[in-house]
């Protein structure tokens, strides 16, 4: 028997899928917000309905994918900002500007 859980639901932590399940949410709020269907999110992405659909239900859709749903609704600009981010390993890595 395989027994799946998020370990989301006893401690809060990031996990794989409370990031899925987070973007999808802010994905199919933002889509409603601009009053766009998924077969006419479709059309303007050139991304397949049922792509679209397994997104919004399971997560998964891919990079390529994800970033021409992104660009139809205006958010193509917040994958720019992903990994900018400096990771500081030791304290000598911090900068005193």
């Known amino acids: 028997m ?3 859980f998020d370990i989301n639901e006893f401690v809060k932590v ?3 899928q409370s990031i899925t399940a987070s973007l999808v949410n802010r994905f199919k709020k933002r889509r409603k917000e601009l009053k766009i269907s ?4 479709s ?7 049922a792509s679209i659909r397994r ?3 399971s997560g998964d859709i891919s990079l390529s994918s994800l970033i021409k ?3 139809a609704i205006d958010c193509l600009k917040d994958f ?5 981010m400096h990771k500081i390993l030791n304290l000598k890595d911090l900068k005193n500007d």
């Open 55 to 57: 997104f919004e239900t």
């Open 43 to 49: 059309i303007k992405s050139g991304v397949s309905y």
């Open 80 to 84: 720019n900002e992903l990994f900018k």
């Open 14 to 16: 990031e996990t794989e």
């Open 69 to 71: 749903i992104g660009h």
């Open 2 to 4: 395989d027994n799946k």
């Open 38 to 41: 998924q077969k006419d999110l």
